[in-house]
C-alpha cells in the first residue's frame, strides 16, 4: 500500500488530504493500530501534521516535519509500505536528509520518482502547494492498481 507524508500546511495540500479522505484513504497524525489495519487491508494511508493555529517559525516547521518522519518511519520499517509519498519540502529534507537520491523522472506533473539510499522502498515527492484538488487521489490510486 502507499503512505503519504504530508508536512505541509499549504491550503492546496491539506485540500487534497480531504478529498483522498473522502474517496477512500485513511488520514491520520500518528501510527497506531487503525493505521497498521488499513494499510494490511491495502488502503492507502496519509500521515500528516496537525494544523497551526496560525504562522509557525522556521524552527517549529523543522519540528513538525522531524516528528512526522519519526512516525512515517515507524510505519515503513513495519513492512507494510510499497510507495511513499511526500508531501512538502520540509518534509522531504527532513525524510530525506543529505542522502544521495536518484531522481527516475515525473510520475505525473511537479511528481518526482526518486530512489533513495536510506529508504528501502519506491519514493514519490510533491510540493505542497501543487496540482488541483484531484491531484493526490489520481496518484493514490494508480499507486494502489
Known amino acids: 500500500p502507499t503512505l503519504v507524508v504530508c508536512g505541509s500546511l499549504h491550503p492546496d495540500a491539506r485540500a487534497q488530504i480531504s478529498h483522498a479522505a ?4 485513511l488520514v491520520a497524525e500518528r501510527f497506531d493500530p487503525a493505521v497498521l489495519g488499513a494499510m494490511l487491508q491495502g488502503t492507502p494511508v496519509i500521515l500528516r501534521s496537525p494544523e497551526a493555529p496560525g504562522p509557525i517559525s522556521d524552527r517549529a516547521a523543522a519540528d513538525v516535519a522531524a516528528a512526522l518522519v519519526q512516525e512515517a518511519a515507524a510505519v515503513v520499517e513495519s513492512g507494510h509500505v510499497g510507495t511513499l509519498v511526500v508531501i512538502g519540502g520540509d518534509t522531504a529534507a527532513a525524510l530525506l536528509g543529505d542522502a544521495l537520491v536518484v ?8 511528481t518526482a520518482l526518486v530512489e533513495s539510499l536510506v529508504i528501502d522502498v519506491p519514493v514519490i515527492t510533491r510540493a505542497g502547494g501543487f496540482g488541483a484538488v484531484d491531484a ?9 492498481s
Open 22 to 25: 473522502a474517496t477512500g484513504a
Open 103 to 110: 531522481v527516475h523522472g515525473s510520475v505525473r506533473p511537479g
Open 136 to 144: 493526490l487521489s489520481e496518484l493514490l490510486w494508480e499507486s494502489a
